[in-house]
């Protein structure tokens, strides 16, 4: 992952000189940022507009293993999974702050490795990078992001806001990303077993990023402005479908109707899930990690939605005692239970979501 | 620390069940809050002001020491040192995001007494707890706070813009929170080598407060407003009066001359650090961990800060190639060096700074 014939440790910059080395390279582009790195607090301008926060904690162990994870990708990731949460209130990520706890076998090439992904993301979606903390770590690699975006005050979507009658709908494919979780387990428990083994990926990059280098899905925002399509009720797919959905219905006081046989799901997560003998449906519902937009919008916007290429219609919203049920392939219907991923009850090195 | 009688196991909860459990005290009192805990991001609302952001991250065995550090001072403190980067911008703190990633050794009962910490803060400073992040950690425990505040735009205060001729100034005591740490530490070492000798902090209220319950200085900003006084530079004492003084003249590119005699050190904090056969003076410049505001402020406002009880006034700005220097009680001239804590070079069970 880094040259480690390039290794300087960090104890040789400390921690001013490493953040100094580190944020060299960070621009500030936004018309929002009046002050970035530098000071005791980022200073911001959103003049008439909502301001939108949302924080993430990434830990080795729990959300990802460097044993298959390149810190590049790391850096990427750990920014994209925070930014969905700011275009899940169909607002406009502009800032973030990123920390890093680090334990002393990373040198500081491996750090700098973490911030190019960074500011990767950041160039990507036109995001500064305002401000964060750098610290020494006892154990493991730790990550802290948090986002910060804008919305006109009419345009922020919650997660209340559904109505009986509403389409429930969501962007993307689902499953993809779990998938590509049990196929880098895969590889890495043969590796481990033969070190000689090479990791066979051929032809799963699709999956592989999916798991690895997730995209947040800032066009879809955009996407609606173009179209004027307004939710009235969204949430980011992280914990998988079947738990978004109830977070919706929860919060909105709804039930609702979905299909199985709409639930957009990948043929390359289809077939490798029968590979691994999974039902991909349940790799949809309950896998998580996908980062797609699960949201609901009123009838009269059919038609502005149904042509969409990457948006799926997958059921509607009903009244709060019909409950939430899932209609199935061969017409059965199940209520939806939410088996998503549980932080607690995960063993410490099956990172499956973050 | 918490009774072991009633001893929960976070896995009971699942982490939607933790979130709940321990937001379910939260209250919304501040007026820019439009929506806190429970969507995927907060919404708030500053109008004209503008936004301050800040973040911290606070990990087991590098900026805590659980052996001594009761648990709801430690959310208390976590929540006090990033309010206090916000108070150093002349800002006015008003939501906190606050997560936490926690190994199984916690039960549900360890979490809520973090949690109160937090809380009994935010009640105090009118802050709002809008977000967070809840993980379990494979390692020790791990904290990242974020602050956000406002300010009027001609009332923000950055690190960079001290003037030839200011005067120097300082909130309150210096070098409390180290010595304090110091007799904490003792006292750990003694219990380790006999655990029947119970900890002797008799008297020593103060310094032992300074460390384990750090205040932020919003009322020094309250009393700028009061009084008229708006500094020309400011920053927080976190590493140590050098190292923020070095700071300030930086980013400012000034000079200054600080008067060792005009340094202001408690009583206490002088006494005990001779206990320990420590330069008082040098806790002051390297000890860091008192949160006081440091500050300059133009020649015509001396009128306005010189009875002011709670600010000292230490030296004055001169022009950069002058130095940094401290003019010692005998009158000879140092320059000023930051010794502050390095947290990459600290050991990992002596945690001396947040």
Redesign the interface.
Known sequence: MFDNKQRTD??E???FG?IDYLTKAVEIKELST??GI???????????K????????L?????FDLRYVPLKHLGYKAVQVNL???Y??N?IAS?I?F????S?KFPVEAVEEIYQGVLIACEKFNVDL???????????L?I?V????Y?D?DK?V???GAKEGDLLCVSGDLGGAYVGLQLLEREKNIFIENPNIQPDLEGKDYIVERQLKPESRKDIVELFETYGIQPHA???VSDGLASEILHICK?SKVGCKLYEDKIPIDPMTYETAREFGLDPTVCALNGGEDYELLFTVPQDQYDKVKNQLDISIIGYITEEAAGCEMISKSGHVHPIQAQGW?????S?NDGSTA
Do not use: P
Not at 38 to 48: M, R, T
Not at 146 to 149: E, K, L, R, V
């Open positions: 960090i104890n910059l400390g921690e490493l009046v002050k530098g000071d005791d607090a980022a200073v911001l301008d959103f003049s008439s909502k301001t939108l926060i949302s924080t993430d904690l830990l080795e162990g729990i959300h969905s949460d700011i899940a209130m607002g800032q702050t920390s890093i706890g680090l002393s305002v401000g964060g903390d750098t610290s020494a770590s006892a154990q493991g730790v802290s948090t986002s910060i975006g919305a005050a922020v919650y997660r209340s969204m949430i980011d919060a549980n932080a607690f009850k995960q410490s």
